[in-house]
């Protein structure tokens, strides 16, 4: 199917609608998640309650592990839609939105509209992107900005090679097309900076000189290098130099901090053996990982001019992530979650090629497609029994409820994969990846609308319904050795957390008398050691992962 220039924009448009249907439908129906998603959603609805939006706290405390781009946008979300679960995703949603475009603008220079919205389409509703672009989390409005200083700094080069060429020639030429490239790709690195941390302009670039290597063609200007820097090191260095003329070197100390310590233990309890990100890739890019197979270097034309280059970068761009994040001991699936973007264009790239060659799918391919959303599929038909049959075991008094309609996204998926391999093996691709795209828009609003809630029915409902008990009675709440977001987001109230590395905490009002009740928060794993340490608290109950204790106040005074 080629897509002409009169037809195009109608694409875009039908990319846009499906991208805004797979992005904001449902966007609210559950509950945030511990930790990520309710940390950052927090630490924006204080940034509102204070006013205060240069600095960033959390439950009273200066929070020094991300910069604030992000909070930003939750809070300008916030003031839209009110505090709620859609406006603390919906900024993540909109960054979707920009990268679905930008794959689709890129995918059109570099091949055709066809390919762009392939590639837009794979990266969408690919499992761990498009959970990423539903949660209230940094992680996709970061990848936002490093695909489009990647990609600029490529379309930067490529421009000014042109350039120079057409000067040489004696050509009329102008060099506004590769100074603005320049500039989207300078300030996207500054930008990514600002909302999470360095990597956000050294990915881009690594992927760059990994590049440049290959093709030293045209030499980099001294000029628009100085420029790059001096444009992306102040949007990126901005806050930070406001913030410590004001307030000092706190943050900055406690940033470097937080920083070297992902390096040097699993914070959270989060680790993982070293080839963690790679088996993460292969669950993230589900349902599309086993179209990366169909690789080989004689699909790239000869006499294409980008593809060969944007290989290379994507290589470069890759196995930087993969092993960098394979040496953090701390080990999260968004760690590495720009590495979708190269992987979905890798994917793209493939399918793009064997759909203008009219090739057929080898059959081992589709093949390992099936079993692979197969198993998907039966998992996820499965969970709630096997998610049951798991608290049984822990022995925790613990009942799990779920509709029958929990079943509608397995079921789905299997008819659409089934669907999806149908239109491969008849070589009909360009249907294929619609199908495919549809049937994970079934599975990802079956999956967040029963399976998160699910999940979260067990984690984290029971800990929210003691904190709103407590809070009732109008009571101080402290938590024992346990941190939850969950527990600020939605009790709006400061709460003191004991024996942390989070937040300082002061154990001792457990060991005296207080003039009012405190109730204390643990996990049931921690009973005994509390009372050990901080006798005079009482046992009230057990409710799921939690038990509820209380200091009682002192009693009066006879007359």
Not at 278 to 293: C, D, H, K, N, S
Not at 338 to 361: D, H, R, T
Not at 384 to 408: H, T
Not at 502 to 525: A, C, M, R, S, W
Request: charged letters at 15%; hydrophobic letters at 50%; aromatic letters at 20%.
């Amino acid at each position: 199917m080629q897509h002409s220039n009169q037809n195009k924009d109608v694409w875009f448009i039908i990319l846009t609608l499906f991208t805004l249907l797979f992005l904001l439908l449902g966007l609210g129906a559950s509950p945030l998640i511990d930790w990520d998603e309710n940390i950052y959603a927090e630490a924006s609805r204080q940034m509102v309650e204070r006013g205060d939006y240069l600095n960033v706290y959390i439950n009273n405390y200066p929070f020094a592990e991300k910069p604030p781009f992000f909070f930003w946008a939750e809070s300008a979300s916030y003031h839209l839609f009110g505090i709620n679960e859609f406006a603390a995703r919906f900024p993540s949603a909109m960054a979707g939105l920009f990268t679905v475009w930008l794959c689709y603008f890129f995918g059109r220079w570099l091949e055709s509209s066809r390919f762009g919205i392939m590639w837009g389409l794979i990266y969408l509703t690919s499992f761990l992107p498009g959970l990423f672009a539903r949660s209230a989390v940094i992680d996709h409005t970061f990848n936002f900005f490093i695909m489009s200083a990647a990609f600029s700094l490529y379309a930067y080069d490529v421009g000014y090679g042109e350039f120079l060429s057409k000067r040489k020639a004696g050509k009329s030429c102008s060099s506004f097309r590769y100074w603005r490239m320049l500039t989207i790709a300078s300030a996207s690195m500054g930008m990514a900076v600002l909302t999470k941390g360095p990597l956000g302009g050294v990915i881009p670039l690594v992927g760059f000189v990994v590049y440049k290597w290959f093709y030293r063609t045209p030499k980099i200007s001294f000029f628009h290098f100085c420029y790059c820097a001096a444009l992306s090191l102040s949007i990126a260095l901005s806050w930070y130099l406001v913030n410590w003329w004001i307030h000092g070197s706190q943050f900055i100390l406690g940033f470097i901090q937080f920083q070297q310590s992902l390096f040097s233990k699993p914070l959270e309890g989060h680790h993982g053996p070293f080839y963690y990100h790679f088996a993460v890739a292969i669950v993230g890019l589900f349902p599309w990982t086993p179209f990366l197979l169909l690789f080989k270097l004689k699909l790239i034309p000869k006499e294409h001019p980008h593809i060969r280059p944007l290989l290379i970068f994507s290589a470069g761009w890759l196995a930087f992530v993969l092993v960098l994040f394979s040496l953090v001991t701390t080990k999260l699936p968004h760690y590495s979650a720009s590495i979708y973007i190269p992987l979905s264009f890798i994917v793209a790239f493939c399918l793009e090629q064997f759909y203008q060659k009219q090739m057929p799918l080898p059959r081992w391919v589709i093949g390992i497609y099936l079993f692979l959303g197969g198993i998907f599929a039966v998992f996820l038909m499965l969970f709630p029994k096997l998610f049951e049959d798991f608290i049984e075991k822990q022995k925790i008094d613990f009942e799990l409820y779920w509709s029958n309609s929990i079943y509608i996204s397995g079921i789905g998926l299997l008819l659409g994969i089934l669907a999806g391999s149908i239109f491969l093996l008849k070589r009909k691709i360009w249907v294929a990846t619609w199908v495919i795209a549809l049937t994970m828009l079934v599975c990802t609003q079956g999956f967040w609308r029963f399976h998160v809630p699910i999940y979260l029915q067990y984690i984290q409902q029971p800990l929210l319904e003691m904190v709103e008990e407590v809070h009732e009675k109008d009571s101080e709440l402290v938590f024992y050795r346990y941190v939850s977001f969950a527990a600020l987001f939605y009790g709006k109230r400061p709460i003191e957390m004991l024996h942390t590395y989070k937040f300082p905490g002061n154990p001792e009002i457990l060991n005296t008398t207080p003039e009012q009740d405190i109730y204390v928060i643990t996990e049931n794993k921690y009973k005994k050691r509390l009372k050990r340490e901080h006798p005079f608290v009482e046992f009230i109950k057990d409710q799921g992962l939690f038990s509820l204790f209380v200091l009682p106040k002192k009693s009066p005074s006879p007359d």
